[in-house]
């Protein structure tokens, strides 16, 4: 009997580890990319790609023509890496010094989806990347559809990392002139650009509105 620690144990910086659900699905409902790691044609591959939580599992979407994603989609075990980075831990020295962040990787095989299931999940994908679109575009073709593969993963088997502490320092390195403390990390929306293909008299619709900053 193996006496190997399962994947989903921390063993660097286990006390960081976290085990409440609650804080896993905040880090993946607040970030848009994950990257999935899959071992194709006899090597290993980490690919980054857009994602969303639908409750208990993450969608996961791609073209048809993609060879990895007919190998998650065909019963191939992956991993998903999803990271937010939160602040810059300024320490007295180089090596203390390090980042504020919640990290994630998911484990497990993804099934493919097919008929309204498979429209929803599209939907759910693109809300969350913009809230609110899908009200505002056209509905996708047959052949949109068909060019798309859309993978469920269960959120059963994970790890989660979070860094939030100050800085620490050696007691020699306190005493020190050296200055210590945290530097914030927020991710921002800009001005919104039109397309140069855009018609004239189009107006921003409110789901770009919503995302970008306000006079």
């Known amino acids: ?78 991993s998903v890496a999803v990271t937010g980075l939160d602040g810059i831990v300024v320490a007295r020295s180089a090596f203390e010094s390090s980042l504020h962040y919640r990290s994630a990787v998911l484990f497990g095989t993804a099934s493919p989806l097919a008929g309204d299931a498979k429209t929803r999940a599209l939907d759910l994908l693109t809300d969350a990347l913009i809230p609110g679109r899908v009200s505002e575009v056209r509905r996708p073709t047959s052949r949109e559809l068909a060019a798309t593969l859309v993978l469920a993963l269960p959120i059963e088997r994970w790890s989660l990392k979070v860094s939030d502490s100050w800085p620490e320092d050696e007691p020699d390195d306190v005493a020190g002139p050296a200055w210590a403390g945290v530097v914030p990390l927020t991710e921002t929306t800009g001005v919104a650009r039109a397309a140069p293909d855009l018609r004239r008299g189009v107006a921003v619709p409110a789901s770009v509105r919503r995302m970008t900053p306000r006079d």
Do not use: N, Y
């Open 1 to 78: 009997m193996s006496t190997d620690p399962p994947r989903t144990d921390v063993t660097r910086l286990a006390d960081k580890q976290r085990h409440d659900r609650s804080t896993l699905d905040q880090l993946l409902d607040s970030s848009r990319v994950c990257h999935v790691g899959v071992v194709v044609d006899g090597g290993p591959v980490v690919l980054p790609t857009a994602f969303a939580r639908d409750g208990d599992r993450l969608l996961l979407h791609g073209s048809t023509g993609s060879p990895w994603m007919r190998v998650v989609a065909e019963g191939a075990a992956i």
